[in-house]
């Protein structure tokens, strides 16, 4: 099985201001994808970064990867307050897809 | 196109009693997982089906979980004997090739509440 593991557990900012979190995977994998929860209800994807990649962007995310230390970071420019939210990242290997397992993920809060 | 749908999105039953909760998944995606998740924890995985098969089963909690999908479509997970402990939301994801390949589209889950 995978798992990715983020840090920080919780993470408080004001709108505005940035917010960076990281993922730190196991595996050699062939993806990584991050997802945003809202309310304890589905996940929704953001992003999806390849293996051979090294960077990517979607609006206000930037999300990198740096397959030599196991690690990925998403970082959310000008945050909101709909930014509010648990964050999760999900390591994808090469092998089959079963069991793919998400960490505890990271609680950011914006505040006004 | 319609996403993936769960029924029921809410659901109390008295311990003891059989529940049946149903997701639906977006058209033509062959990958189709479901996912357990209590008040305040990450997800858990539960189990994973490629097509009709499900060659991990291995998260499934006891022998009081069971889940199957038929026509490469339709699935339903199945717990039996409900206890207060099974009180959790209940995710179902799709994928179209599964995530090595593709990203995974949730449902909105169904709320379980066992008293």
């Known amino acids: 099985s995978q798992q990715g593991e983020e840090d920080p557990q919780a993470l408080s900012i004001q709108e505005g201001e940035n917010a960076t979190m990281n993922c730190s995977y196991k595996t050699s994998i062939n993806n990584l994808q991050w997802y945003r929860q809202n309310s304890g209800r589905g996940l929704v994807h953001l992003i999806l970064i390849r293996s051979n990649e090294r960077e990517k962007h979607s609006g206000r995310l930037r999300v990198t990867l740096d397959t030599s230390k196991k690690s990925s970071s998403l970082l959310i420019t000008a945050s909101r307050a709909a930014d509010t939210a648990s964050y999760f990242c999900?390591?994808?290997?090469?092998?089959?897809?079963?069991?793919?397992?998400f960490g505890t993920g990271t609680r950011l809060q914006v505040t006004l | 196109g319609a996403g993936v749908s769960q029924s029921p999105s809410n659901k109390v039953t008295e311990k003891g009693k059989d529940v049946e909760l149903r997701c639906d998944p977006i058209s033509g995606h062959t990958a189709l997982y479901w996912y357990r998740q209590s008040l305040g924890q990450g997800l858990e995985f539960l189990i994973y089906f490629q097509g009709n098969s499900a060659p991990d089963k291995s998260g499934l909690p006891s022998d009081r979980f069971s889940a199957e999908r038929t026509g490469g479509s339709v699935s339903t997970l199945t717990i039996q004997r409900t206890q207060q402990e099974d009180s959790a939301v209940y995710l179902c994801a799709s994928s179209l090739r599964g995530a090595n390949n593709s990203p995974l589209h949730f449902g909105n889950g169904t709320r379980l509440t066992v008293t």
């Open positions: 999900l390591d994808s290997n090469t092998g089959t897809a079963s069991k793919l397992t």
